[in-house]
Nanobody, 121 residues
Framework: QVQLVESGGGLVQPGGSLRLSCAASGNIFITYAMAWYRQPPGKQRELVAIVTSGGSTNYADSVKGRFTISRDNAKNTVYLQMNSLKPEDTAVYYC???????????????WGQGTQVTVSS
């Protein structure tokens, strides 16, 4: 009933920038927190950045000052602007959202399919 579709990944040189987008669609009543996670090769998935419905944000220490998360509530879309990219940012990036579907009483967690970001010269 809910889909999260990501876009914007790719190959970029160190020091470059990329912007990821994730649009949620379906029978959505309320979208609570939205976030980006990543999973580097051979490692566990980790939180990159999160934004609440009110706009408060929090970042992993490794990306503070380089990445910016934002959201457009009217479009149920979350963005991740990534600047000054480093090889260690290489990972599959996943969009996350906690969403309340119309006619239900409790929100559920939803994930995108993942988009590859590769930082290499």
């Amino acid at each position: 009933q809910v889909q999260l579709v990501e876009s914007g990944g790719g190959l970029v040189q160190p020091g470059g920038s990329l912007r990821l987008s994730c649009a949620a669609s379906g029978n959505i009543f309320i979208t609570y927190a939205m976030a980006w996670y990543r999973q580097p090769p051979g490692k566990q998935r980790e939180l990159v950045a999160i934004v609440t419905s009110g706009g408060s944000t929090n970042y992993a220490d490794s990306v503070k000052g380089r990445f910016t998360i934002s959201r457009d509530n009217a479009k149920n879309t979350v963005y991740l602007q990534m600047n000054s990219l480093k090889p260690e940012d290489t990972a599959v990036y996943y969009c996350y959202a906690r969403i309340l579907i119309r006619g239900t009483e409790r929100g559920d967690d939803y994930w995108g399919q993942g988009t590859q970001v590769t930082v290499s010269s």
